[in-house]
């Protein structure tokens, strides 16, 4: 049953749209202090469709993340109140926030380098970050290294990959989409 290969047709046809950069830059904005998807899924096929312009959507999404990042920052530091209900004792984000804040104090700025690099969401660090009144220079640099180098992987990865392995993924689209599921349902099964 192919349902994965004509979705992956819409992305990648997404991926060369003329306003894609755009698109881009406002989704690891928004990533970075309030949205829960990731720029990956867009930056990855951009790359893969465009590889020469990869390095730039890796420095757009890099830049715009950052900048994200500051408003999740500036939200903690002037606004956590009203976000207070979120991560009060039972609110949808107790448990993460309160990770967040351990890894603050065994890391200090390594935790946001960290947080910035890995598929950890973002977002609960950055405002942690300015709830906990983290130096925002330090701050600043750690989101540049970390998310900078995730990005930069990600975009030369599909750069080097490029038309070839954008023709190989269409081939196999399908069975990778039907093994991801058998897996999600196995993980929940095993809980």
Do not use: C, N
């Not at 990648?12 to 829960?36: D, I, K, N, Q, T």
């Amino acid at each position: 049953m192919r349902i994965f290969s004509p979705l992956y047709d819409r992305v990648m046809a997404w991926s060369r749209h003329r306003y894609a950069p755009w698109y881009l830059g406002g989704l690891s904005f928004a990533e970075s202090s309030f949205f829960p998807i990731p720029p990956d899924v867009m930056l990855a096929p951009m790359s893969m469709a465009k590889p020469r312009k990869a390095w730039w959507f890796a420095g757009l999404t890099t830049a715009t993340s950052v900048l994200g990042g500051l408003l999740g920052y500036l939200i903690g530091h002037f606004a956590f109140e009203l976000i207070t209900p979120l991560v009060a004792a039972g609110g949808r984000y107790a448990e993460p926030f309160a990770a967040a804040e351990a890894w603050f104090q065994a890391w200090g700025v390594w935790a946001i380098f960290i947080a910035g690099f890995s598929p950890i969401p973002y977002k609960i660090f950055t405002i942690s970050a300015g709830v906990l009144h983290m130096a925002l220079i330090p701050f600043l640099i750690a989101s540049a290294v970390g998310r900078g180098a995730r990005f930069f992987l990600v975009a030369a990865l599909m750069a080097w990959g490029g038309e070839r392995m954008e023709s190989t993924l269409r081939t196999y689209v399908d069975r990778i989409g039907w093994i991801m599921v058998l897996l999600i349902i196995l993980v929940v099964l095993l809980r």
